[in-house]
């Protein structure tokens, strides 16, 4: 049997609910975060705009925007294999609203492919630029050039939401305690509720199953643990405080956070110049 026809045995969208379902076990606001990117994307850009899913996994922005604004197009990038195929398999193309990248941030080439993409659809820019639980992976130098890149790829007035962990300064000790009790009070949480699928588990489950029904996905999963290995240790540091410097050096004329839970926010950066 060929490894199409194996691979019909894959319930894809039940990886893609466990997907989500972990996510949100690790991160309980991870729903109201996507609506607050998506209800700000819906307000701030025309209903047919295009976005960039960055740093996708399988899609979950993507799924969530498309559906939310019916004319809109998303291009969803990432670099994982594995992700990037449970997506594609789950989610399709949407009727060619939905143009699925492999892309890596820490090659700075990464842009050439988005601008591809949008020439095939006619567009010049992006509307806006989404991303969640992701660009702490990168290290602080290359964040602030990724944060460069897309300001290059945004129209003007286009937006960028970013949607994750950003630390405070560490002249506010009594504020840094407070993040910090409540990781410590989640992790405890988790600890007591071992039933619930985390990270770690769904990366097992889902590579014993898919193997079990095609050995030939093995290569999905090699370069997925390669990327895991060689990945910089250091990242995650970034301060917001350096977010907002660096968004504002990369030519966003308005930086906030527009949600927080301690140092759990989204912020959005509005991109300088005329709008179109
Ligand atoms: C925790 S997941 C979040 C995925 C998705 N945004 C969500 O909220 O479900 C982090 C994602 O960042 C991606 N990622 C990390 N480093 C990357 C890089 N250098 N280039 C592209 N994607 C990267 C990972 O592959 C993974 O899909």
């Not at 990038?77 to 009727?95: I, R």
């Not at 962990?165 to 007591?192: I, V």
Request: hydrophobic fraction near 40%; charge should be negative.
């Amino acid at each position: 049997m060929n490894s199409r026809s194996l691979e019909k045995n894959i319930d894809w969208h039940h990886w893609m609910k466990r997907w989500d379902a972990q996510q949100s076990y690790h991160l309980p606001v991870r729903e109201e975060r996507f609506q607050i990117m998506l209800s700000t994307v819906e307000t701030l850009c025309s209903p047919d705009c295009i976005v960039l899913d960055l740093a996708c996994g399988p899609g979950s922005i993507s799924q969530r925007l498309l559906s939310q604004l019916p004319q809109s197009q998303t291009i969803a990038a990432d670099y994982d294999p594995v992700l990037l195929k449970l997506g594609k398999e789950t989610l399709g193309n949407a009727q060619g609203r939905l143009h699925w990248l492999k892309v890596d941030l820490n090659d700075p080439q990464w842009t050439v492919q988005i601008r591809e993409v949008l020439k095939s659809v006619g567009r010049n820019s992006l509307d806006a630029v989404l991303s969640s639980t992701a660009l702490h992976w990168l290290t602080t130098p290359r964040l602030i050039d990724v944060y460069r890149e897309i300001s290059q790829l945004l129209r003007p007035g286009g937006l960028l939401l970013n949607a994750d962990h950003m630390a405070f300064n560490p002249s506010l000790p009594t504020f840094l305690d407070l993040a910090q009790q409540d990781k410590d009070q989640r992790k405890k949480l988790l600890n007591t509720h071992q039933e619930s699928e985390g990270f770690q588990q769904w990366w097992e489950a889902i590579e014993s199953n898919w193997l079990a029904i095609d050995p030939s996905l093995q290569a999905l999963f090699d370069e997925h643990n390669n990327n895991y290995d060689v990945r910089d240790r250091r990242y995650g540091k970034a301060l917001a405080s350096l977010h907002i410097s660096a968004l504002a050096d990369a030519g966003f004329t308005e930086v906030e956070t527009i949600w927080q839970r301690f140092d759990n926010r989204v912020m959005l950066a509005v991109m300088g110049g005329a709008d179109e």
